[in-house]
């Protein structure tokens, strides 16, 4: 009797070249961890005690599957104060974290046989969560103009097709550090608007920014609370097919708690909040109580993980620009580098012989599509106690493995 098989959109879905190296470095000891991207900064107690006061007041039933709507009046203050751009809360749909955000975007917009055009290098969750769908993702490698990345025009129009329905990037990006200027985010809607796309931004490092060429914007009406990325909110209309992905977890150190949101246009929300129902219906309610926690009280913790994530970035890259035939483009945002190393080929092979020989663990570039081969990509999230011993391993390795 034949044995059933697995989906041929599951067979596609290639095994997380981060996770495969990382099974490897849980079965050693002494691992100096750089390749997840999740900060050591604990949860502010304020959205610990907001969450356990919610289940204790009995917010522990079902929520609409849109989200609280207290919450999402929360979101649309916030982005308010952040980008000076009113939207209403219908534009809203809270979700179990960015990453179903992103599966709920694309399920709403990708069926079997449709494409879906991804800036490379990028996180690959997106560009897997596309294949799971019967879809095709079809990596646009991001061209380098000196020490920045840019996105490639040309390269975006060879890679149309008559199925292309939707184009997706990361800004600030996992895993470059990359944040788009206005021009640039300019050209990615006016390319979608000429084609006819949607256009998804993945915006969950929008508060971890130290500035670059982008216009850089200061949180307002917030004393000490730093710089912000720029948002493409602030450039389409509400008509626009533009959705925005954001989430709690980096902002707010919530990795485990699972919130996020995206923002989109009315119709868009309403079919997405429709979907959400036979996915995971909502959000966990007393969960979305502490997100409300989160935004109301979280910008002085915001600035100061930010002044302390840039202090770790500048040693680590710092270092690394010590050593011969490490080419690191600037890292505009979020807490990932995401050198190039001369002669490396084979960053899965590199990145495995650095765990074995330096105890140190990083992400292979070739995990972040084929743009990223040759590169590694080092999380700095950590603490500088595990940061410092990390990149003085890791510049040594690179040094011996070129001698």
């Not at 179903?100 to 969750?125: F, H, M, R």
């Amino acid at each position: 009797m034949p044995s059933p098989s697995f989906a041929p959109s599951a067979e596609r879905v290639p095994e997380s070249r981060i996770r495969a190296l990382a099974d490897v470095a849980f079965g050693m000891e002494d691992v100096l961890f750089l390749q997840f991207g999740e900060s050591t900064l604990p949860t502010p107690p304020y959205v610990v005690d907001a969450v356990n006061r919610a289940a204790q007041e009995g917010w522990t039933f079902y929520s609409p599957n849109q989200g609280l709507p207290s919450l999402r009046d929360a979101i649309v203050d916030l982005i308010a104060r952040l980008h000076g751009v009113e939207i209403g809360a219908s534009e809203i749909q809270v979700t179990s974290g960015g990453v179903q955000a992103l599966n709920l975007a694309i399920k709403c917009v990708v069926d079997p046989g449709d494409e879906v055009l991804v800036l490379s290098p990028n996180w690959p969750n997106g560009s897997a969560m596309v294949e799971m769908f019967g879809g095709r993702a079809v990596e646009v490698p991001m061209a380098r103009v000196g020490q920045r990345f840019t996105p490639d025009v040309e390269a975006m129009e060879r890679a149309l097709s008559p199925r292309t329905r939707m184009l997706l990037y990361a800004s600030p990006s996992n895993p470059l550090g990359w944040t788009a200027t206005v021009a640039e985010q300019q050209m990615l809607l006016d390319f979608t608007r000429q084609n006819g796309l949607w256009l998804l931004t993945d915006e969950v490092y929008e508060r971890i920014y130290y500035g670059g060429q982008g216009a850089v914007e200061s949180v307002q009406g917030q004393a000490g609370s730093g710089q912000i990325a720029p948002s493409i909110l602030k450039l389409c209309s509400r008509e626009d097919a533009v959705i925005v992905v954001n989430s709690f977890s980096k902002t707010y150190r919530m990795t485990g708690w699972r919130l996020g949101w995206m923002v989109c246009r009315a119709d868009f929300v309403q079919k997405a909040a429709q979907l959400n129902e036979f996915i995971v219906s909502h959000a966990p309610t007393m969960i979305q109580r502490g997100g409300e926690a989160a935004i109301a009280h979280g910008e002085d913790d915001i600035a100061a993980m930010v002044e302390e994530f840039q202090e770790r970035r500048d040693l680590c890259a710092g270092m690394l620009r010590t050593v011969p035939g490490v080419n690191l483009p600037d890292p505009e945002g979020a807490f990932y580098l995401f050198p190039r190393i001369d002669g490396i080929d084979d960053s899965f092979g590199f990145a495995l012989d650095l765990l074995r020989k330096r105890q140190v663990a990083v992400a292979p570039g070739s995990a972040f599509g084929n743009g990223g081969e040759g590169s590694i990509r080092i999380c700095y999230a950590p603490d500088m106690d595990v940061l410092k011993p990390a990149m003085e391993r890791i510049c040594d390795f690179i040094q011996t493995y070129h001698s």
